[in-house]
């Protein structure tokens, strides 16, 4: 086998392919034939070291672009939730709008914060993996909305899954690793996600009780508000690292 | 000199050889070479991992050409490479400075 067939090769495996590949591939073949003898090193080192490389700036730019589509969802989001009428669709759907748009609100800062800091393996395949987290969210969000009966949700679906094909981009020259937890981005982590679901669930209460003149109202919103926060920490703590450092 | 002791330096080296005028891989390695008298002894391969990141960083730009009837792809510095090019030339002259003061 050629060496440039090696290094293609070795290439893909460390997840490394289309045009890119063929750059690099025809840069070393332009090498040799300006030095035959050059000590271009082994392929397969070569490759992990190009992943090495890139995988830093591809993760930060994935994150940093993957935010960029959920702020248009959100916008999307609120301009809907301003504008639309309430009569038609299902209010669940509606219900899962709301539901995902937090998830994505959150799982987006925290990749951010992760993407835009993080050096080793695991910190890059945690903030990938966050930003994958938000992106579905956002996808419930602009499925949640057409379910509700506002198709503006849909706007936001391209810039989405543009978003996801970046982040698969960067997470395939990511290999695992131990990522720290979540007190490498907030200081006093416990505190700090304590007093933001209270908060939520203060707002949701007061937006019941003074948008609806019903303090039942505001009660039972809180209340699903705070189960739903609960619910939220507890299946997505370990995915978006809102614990404890693991190995993923 | 190992690869292990130019670890940190690289990407100004490689800056700052492009900072004389756009050049293909090989011709870096060579100017780098030819520079040092040597004495940067490199792994030719690794340079290039180097040249992608630089790039994706926005550090550099690159185009194709052709040479010999072959595709050759040549680097140059943007705006930014040169800013960073003249931090990395503040920098290592304050520490060889510091370094200088400590071992004469």
């Given at each position: ?7 293609r090769?070795?290439l893909a495996?460390?997840?490394i392919?289309?045009?890119?590949a063929?750059r ?11 030095d035959?003898?050059a000590r271009?090193?082994?392929p397969r080192?070569?490759a992990?070291r190009?992943a ?8 930060r730019r994935a ?7 959920l702020?248009?969802?959100?916008v ?5 939730v301003?504008t639309h009428s309430?009569?038609g669709g ?6 899962a709008?709301i539901a995902?748009?937090q998830i994505a609100?959150v ?6 914060m ?16 966050r930003?994958?987290?938000?992106i579905?969210a956002?996808?419930?969000?602009a ?5 509700a009966g506002?198709?503006?949700g849909?706007?936001?679906l391209?810039?989405l899954?543009l978003?996801a094909?970046?982040?698969r981009r ?5 290999p695992d690793?131990?990522?720290?937890g979540?007190e ?8 700090t996600?304590?007093?933001?679901g209270?908060s939520?669930?203060?707002?949701v ?8 003149k019903?303090v039942q109202?505001?009660l ?9 926060l ?6 997505l ?10 190995r993923r | ?5 130019l670890?940190g ?8 050889t492009l ?5 293909h ?7 780098l070479?030819r ?5 940067f ?15 994706a960083e926005?550090l550099?730009a ?11 792809r040549v680097?140059r ?7 960073a ?8 002259r304050a520490f060889a ?8």
């Amino acid at each position: 086998m050629s060496y440039a067939s090696e290094l293609r090769n070795e290439l893909a495996r460390a997840g490394i392919r289309g045009a890119q590949a063929q750059r690099i591939v025809t840069e070393f073949e332009d090498h040799l034939a300006c030095d035959p003898e050059a000590r271009l090193g082994a392929p397969r080192e070569l490759a992990a070291r190009f992943a090495s490389e890139l995988r830093v700036v591809r993760t930060r730019r994935a994150t940093v672009g993957a935010f960029v589509a959920l702020a248009l969802c959100g916008v999307v989001f609120l301009v809907t939730v301003a504008t639309h009428s309430r009569s038609g669709g299902s209010p669940w759907s509606a219900l899962a709008a709301i539901a995902c748009a937090q998830i994505a609100l959150v799982a987006g800062l925290l990749a951010l914060m992760r993407g835009l800091r993080a050096r080793s393996a695991g910190d890059l395949r945690l903030a990938q993996r966050r930003g994958m987290v938000a992106i579905l969210a956002g996808a419930g969000v602009a499925v949640g909305l057409t379910g509700a009966g506002a198709y503006t949700g849909l706007v936001a679906l391209p810039g989405l899954v543009l978003a996801a094909r970046v982040l698969r981009r960067a997470r395939a020259i990511t290999p695992d690793g131990e990522a720290r937890g979540l007190e490498a981005d907030l200081p006093l982590p416990r505190v700090t996600l304590t007093l933001l679901g209270a908060s939520v669930t203060g707002v949701v209460l007061l937006q019941g009780v003074v948008g609806e003149k019903s303090v039942q109202e505001g009660l039972l919103r809180a209340g699903v508000e705070g189960v739903g926060l609960a619910l939220g920490v507890l299946l997505l703590g370990s995915p978006l690292a809102l614990r404890t450092s693991r190995r993923r | 000199m190992k690869a292990e002791q130019l670890k940190g330096h690289l990407d100004s080296l490689i800056l700052g050889t492009l900072g004389a005028g756009p050049a293909h891989g090989y011709a870096v390695i060579e100017e780098l070479k030819r520079r040092s008298a040597g004495a940067f002894d490199l792994a030719e391969g690794t340079v290039y991992p180097v040249l992608h990141r630089l790039e994706a960083e926005g550090l550099l730009a690159s185009t194709w050409t052709e040479a010999s009837g072959r595709r050759r792809r040549v680097y140059r510095l943007t705006r930014r490479g040169r800013a960073a090019l003249d931090g990395g030339r503040r920098e290592w002259r304050a520490f060889a400075h510091a370094v200088d003061a400590v071992l004469a």
